[in-house]
């Protein structure tokens, strides 16, 4: 089996994982209610998507 003959250097080794990065995730505005929600999703606080109810909000 193959071993490294020297040590990765630290930066070496930073390079490697410049890609590993968290991604913001895909807010918008409900169209309803205007509070933020996730893209493509149904709105949590009144229940609607694209301007039609599909899931009755609970009350809290």
Not at 38 to 57: D, F, N, S
Request: charged share 30%; hydrophobic share 20%; proline share 5%.
């Amino acid at each position: 089996m193959a071993v490294p003959k020297r040590r990765h250097s630290s930066t070496r080794g930073k390079k490697r994982r410049t890609g590993w990065k968290l991604k913001k995730v895909g807010t918008s505005k409900c169209s309803n209610c205007g509070a933020p929600s996730l893209a493509h999703r149904v709105c949590k606080a009144c229940g609607y998507y694209k301007g039609e109810e599909i899931v009755t909000p609970r009350e809290q």
